[in-house]
């Protein structure tokens, strides 16, 4: 049956584009907002918002209890998690199907088996889907001692239940791995509650290539193209890419069906993502995770395939039969986002909360700009400091490229620090017109040659 | 002599929430329902005493009231963060979403009545979320002035419930 009142759990430019995407398809929405938010931009665009508790996320956008219980009673039959929050929560998707409300993700057993990445590499292996040389869990630091030699120096360690960078630690030799170990360990297990290690192979010149799909639940998995989102600072994306200029044709279309044989035996349903790491010295891509949500980076999806991910998801959720084909769906051009933060990256990228007393996005052919600001609008201090998308869409990536140094150029956010200038500076430089950059290239060249161009110690 | 049943009071609720009508009354010999799309209406009719479907807390399974009026905003009159205080009153705000009950349990009679004295650590209603069943406390002596809230209406945080008159 088709969804006719959706709540959205979410807050920022995600929840404004799921207002809007649900409009399109003819849904209502009710917003669940923290008491910071209520004069949102969503807040406003929404048919309704209820304010659900206080600032502070747990007491709001994470109490999954107070959620449901505003979903049921404003009469909603579905909810959207976005993305952050509980849009991975298994325990949430779980308590949203038992009360009778479609879950606009995957099954609640999806989510457990997916963000298990023990059980995520199991899955890679079954599909026959590429992994970088790597280990089951890890207890001991003479184990990974042992596993390491095996794998080969330098290897990685990653937390089993989560990523962002918390419990990995490179190490290039047995002394490195002996003295990291358990403080990786140990920092995992304060991020996830779980400190299981295992190890993988370290790739020095790496790429983060993923792969963007939808599933209708009954086995039939179509790709959107692929991202290159290699541009990061401490495992945090910067800019992202579609599709992946470094890949050739065929190669393509392989990482592309290696994330649908990953997600078909499980009959996934929802957008989700594959991500990849490609080593682009022998051409190999290794599985990397799933994430079982629509992520910040799907417009430029969106941009080159013609299409609304999020309705996909809107449709997908309730069982709508998908109307997508493969053959349907033909890339075209270049796109590329830049997130654009309320952080001070002269400062360590201390975030900069604050009011915001002049906005003026860019606009025009080939720009997007997903947002939830405008000129007087506060940036809360509570939540993640992304305010804005840009997504510009050009022929090529040369031609994508030019459009963004230009939309750049004319954004002007008052009030409060930004990243703008180092995303200017981005744009400009060589390494990144010329498509030669890795995960580690915005540590290691970018922000080097940023800091001393402004001046800074 | 009327024999309306829960079941229909919901149906005649979806179908208006379907419709374009703007207001429904219907009165039959012990039984009065009353339906708008407009926020503020509720105030206005019989003194703000009562939301649109007076029914017993527990006897419908959906709690009904709150479905209606879908595209209401945050700030109607009492529903905001904004309601003005009367001087020298207290006011009591809801600590959390939840559904409201003025009653420890359907039937009972309800935990307060205006003009009644409370000390702070008194119960003065529940606030429920997903079968959780909070008792919230007057938090201050006085006199109950004013009930701005029905029985069985979703509440949003912040929401201003009771009015108290402290004790000087």
Not at chain 1, 44 to 70: C, F, K, Q, W
Not at chain 1, 425 to 446: K, Y
């Amino acid at each position: 049956m088709p969804i006719k009142r959706l709540l959205i759990a979410n807050r920022g430019e995600i929840a404004v584009r799921i207002v809007r995407a649900a409009k399109a398809k003819g849904i209502e929405t009710v917003l669940a907002v923290s008491a910071a938010d209520r004069d949102s931009m969503a807040a406003t665009e929404a048919d309704r918002a209820v304010v659900i508790g206080p600032a502070a996320a747990r007491d709001s956008y994470l109490n999954g209890d107070m959620l449901i219980h505003a979903a049921l009673s404003t009469g909603c039959d579905a909810v959207h998690p976005g993305y952050g929050f509980l849009s991975e929560r298994a325990a949430f998707a779980e308590k949203c199907e038992n009360a009778g409300l479609n879950f606009v993700g995957p099954k609640a057993e999806t989510i457990r088996l997916v963000g298990d990445k023990l059980a995520a590499r199991a899955l890679a292996r079954s599909a026959g889907v590429p992994m970088v040389s790597g280990s089951e869990k890890v207890d001991t630091v003479d184990d990974a001692l042992r596993i390491a030699d095996g794998i080969g120096f330098p290897v990685i360690t990653k937390a089993s239940a989560g990523g962002g960078g918390r419990g990995m630690v490179v190490a290039r030799s047995p002394e490195e791995l002996r003295s990291s170990f358990d403080a990786a360990s140990h920092e995992a297990k304060e991020a996830f509650g779980d400190g299981t290690l295992y190890l993988e192979r370290f790739v020095e010149r790496a790429r983060h290539v993923e792969v963007q799909v939808v599933g209708d639940g009954k086995g039939n998995i179509v790709h959107f193209a692929e991202r290159d989102c290699s541009l990061q600072r401490r495992y945090q994306k910067m800019v992202e890419e579609a599709p992946a200029a470094i890949l050739s044709p065929a190669l393509r279309n392989r990482v592309s069906q290696a994330a649908i044989d990953l997600l078909s035996p499980i009959s996934y349903r929802n957008a989700g993502t594959v991500e990849f790491l490609y080593d682009e010295e022998t051409e190999q891509f290794f599985f990397m995770e799933v994430n079982a949500r629509i992520q910040v980076e799907h417009p430029v999806s969106e941009q080159i395939c013609g299409i609304d991910l999020i309705q996909r998801q809107l449709d997908v959720a309730c069982g709508e039969a998908s109307e997508l084909a493969q053959d349907d769906i033909i890339p075209a051009g270049h796109s590329i986002e830049v997130r654009i933060i309320a952080e001070n990256p002269l400062d360590n990228f201390r975030p900069s909360p604050g009011r915001i007393t002049n906005w003026s996005a860019p606009s025009g052919t080939g720009i997007r700009v997903d947002t939830a600001m405008a000129s007087g609008v506060m940036v809360p201090p509570y939540y993640d400091s992304m305010i804005a998308k840009l997504i510009v869409t050009g022929r090529d990536r040369d031609d994508a490229v030019a459009r963004l140094r230009d939309a750049l150029d004319s954004f002007v956010i008052e009030g409060i620090a930004t990243n703008i200038d180092l995303l200017r500076f981005i744009s400009r430089h060589p390494d990144f017109i010329e498509n030669r950059i890795d995960t580690r290239w915005a540590e290691r060249v970018l922000l080097p040659e940023f800091l001393s161009d402004k001046g800074a110690p | 002599m009327t024999n309306v049943t829960p079941e229909d009071v919901q149906a005649l609720i979806e179908l208006f929430d379907a419709g374009d009508w703007d207001e429904l009354h219907i009165t039959l010999d012990d039984f009065q329902l009353h339906l708008n799309k407009d926020p503020a209406a509720r105030r206005a009719w019989n003194g703000g005493e009562r939301t649109v479907v007076d029914t017993p807390a527990a006897s419908v399974a959906t709690p009904a009231p709150v479905a209606v009026p879908a595209a209401s905003a945050t700030a109607d009159a009492t529903g905001s963060a904004d309601y003005q205080v009367p001087d020298g009153m207290s006011v009591l705000k809801a600590p959390n979403l939840g559904t409201f009950y003025r009653s420890p349990k359907p039937g009972a009679a309800p935990y307060v009545e205006i003009g009644q004295k409370v000390d702070a650590d008194s119960d003065v209603c529940l606030i429920e979320v997903m079968k959780l069943f909070t008792p919230v406390k007057a938090g201050v002596a006085g006199t109950i002035r004013e009930i701005l809230v029905s029985d069985a209406e979703l509440v949003e945080f912040d929401r201003p419930l009771f009015v108290i008159e402290p004790d000087a």
